[in-house]
């Protein structure tokens, strides 16, 4: 508990001066900080477990070995979350040339979460099925979004960053940003009417 609470309590800016001096366990720390909100930043635009995880490790090898090159010009979170977004979109675009995906190939994510099973667990079988198949025509609508808008969605409706950080994560202004989730939420919302209207 006191290992967690002092993790915490030690700046960024800190556990990056000792990695780039040769120190493995303050990048340790950095992985552990960062590692939960990656992992749903990637996980949202993949839609599968199994590749976040692959990612996962990629990206944060990636970090460790270009950590050296890191000058502090933006937050390490915003560059670490460059790098994710980034390799993320590559591995979308490589993946979709490689083959067409198969709802077989798609987790069903939070049909395996433990809060969402409990709190589908309950009496009413009619409400069970019907948070089953919107999540399912979530997850099918996000994924016919294309991999920008995937990425902008993610960031800003799943994971609550604001337009001025996607803007930097992805190299775009923040107009770009609004503009994509304008388009982006316009496409889910077409995509998901038909199961709002019934």
């Known amino acids: 508990m006191a290992e967690v609470v002092e993790e915490q309590e030690i700046k960024d800016e800190d556990l990056v001066a000792r990695t780039q ?21 990637v996980y949202n635009m993949t839609s599968n477990h199994e590749d976040t995880n692959d990612l996962l490790q990629d990206i944060f090898s990636k970090a460790y070995r270009s950590i050296k090159g890191f000058r502090g010009k933006s937050s390490f979170y915003t560059w670490l ?15 979709s040339r490689s083959y067409q995906m ?21 009496p009413d079988a009619r409400r069970e099925v019907n948070l089953k198949e919107l999540q ?7 994924m016919k979004l294309s991999n920008e808008h995937r990425a902008v969605v993610t960031m800003f409706d799943i994971q609550g960053m604001p337009h001025a950080e996607i803007g930097k994560i992805l190299g775009i202004s923040e107009g770009t940003v609004r503009s994509r989730l304008f388009y982006a939420h316009r496409q889910l919302q077409n995509y998901l009417q ?5």
């Open 81 to 95: 979350h460059t790098i994710a977004t980034n390799m993320t979109i590559n591995f979308l675009k490589k993946r």
């Open 194 to 198: 038909e199961f709002l209207a019934s």
């Open 21 to 41: 001096a040769g120190d493995p366990r303050a990048f340790d720390h950095l992985v552990r900080k960062y590692s939960p909100r990656l992992y749903g930043l």
């Open 102 to 122: 198969s709802l077989d190939d798609v987790d069903n994510g939070i049909q395996n979460d433990a809060d969402f099973i409990e709190m589908t667990s309950g």
């Open 136 to 142: 399912q025509r979530l997850n099918d609508a996000m």
